[in-house]
T-cell receptor, first 110, second 117 residues
Framework: GQQVMQIPQYQHVQEGEDFTTYCNSS?????IQWYKQRPGGHPVFLIQ?????EVKKQKRLTFQFGEAKKNSSLHITATQTTDVGTYFC??????????FGSGTRLQVQP | GAVVSQHPSRVICKSGTSVKIECRSL??????MFWYRQFPKQSLMLMAT?????????EQGVEKDKFLINHASLTLSTLTVTSAHPEDSSFYIC?????????????FGEGSRLTVL
């Protein structure tokens, strides 16, 4: 079955440093989505990427979808304490349900 | 954005009892809802896809007789954990897609934390 892996599992940064999480799928995806889950909360949708090689930006967040549509990354520039949480990628490979990645937990030290 | 409400947010029950969790889409009709399970500091594992008016589709390894799913209307899906045991303790989250096509953002409920004593 489809598997989606993320690295790193955990990252601790100083406020102001950059952060990147990488997502790799075992199969080609039709689209990839990114979610953020704050501690104790539920996942909240951030963005969806559909096209090969697509790059999207949301303020300090930059999302990329690989040319082969099997990998993706999320980069946060100049992290803030409000960025704390777990970031999940979720891939869709033609079926309706999303397969979530293992997640990257981000801790930001003030 | 769309709102999905889940109830109860927390439930504690004795071993052997059954617990029902409700998932409602408040401002849109969801022909399909998804049920996920999340262990502490782990990812969301898809349990089943709930289809309005038909039987749910369960993922491999998920016992359909233990986790009963009913999607009675376009705005309500329920998950019943039958004869719950301590190993069923987990965070259960439902989600729904606004669109009927194959791609699109999922809106998540707030989640239900089940503790079985």
């Amino acid at each position: 079955g489809q598997q989606v892996m993320q690295i790193p599992q955990y990252q601790h940064v100083q406020e102001g440093e950059d952060f990147t999480t990488y997502c790799n799928s075992s199969t080609t995806l039709s689209n990839i989505q990114w979610y953020k889950q704050r501690p104790g909360g539920h996942p909240v949708f951030l963005i969806q990427l559909v096209k090969s090689g697509e790059v999207k930006k949301q303020k300090r967040l930059t999302f990329q979808f690989g040319e082969a549509k099997k990998n993706s990354s999320l980069h946060i520039t100049a992290t803030q304490t409000t960025d704390v949480g777990t970031y999940f990628c979720a891939g869709q490979g033609g079926r309706r349900a999303l397969t979530f990645g293992s997640g990257t937990r981000l801790q930001v030290q003030p | 954005g769309a709102v999905v409400s889940q109830h109860p947010s927390r439930v504690i029950c004795k071993s052997g009892t059954s617990v029902k969790i409700e998932c409602r889409s408040l401002d849109f009709q969801a022909t399909t809802m998804f049920w996920y399970r999340q262990f502490p500091k782990q990812s969301l594992m898809l349990m089943a896809t709930s289809n309005e008016g038909s039987k749910a589709t369960y993922e491999q390894g998920v016992e359909k007789d233990k986790f009963l799913i009913n999607h009675a209307s376009l705005t309500l899906s329920t998950l019943t954990v039958t004869s719950a045991h301590p190993e069923d303790s987990s965070f259960y989250i439902c989600s729904a897609a606004r669109t009927a096509i194959n791609t699109g953002e999922l809106f998540f409920g707030e989640g239900s934390r089940l503790t079985v004593l």
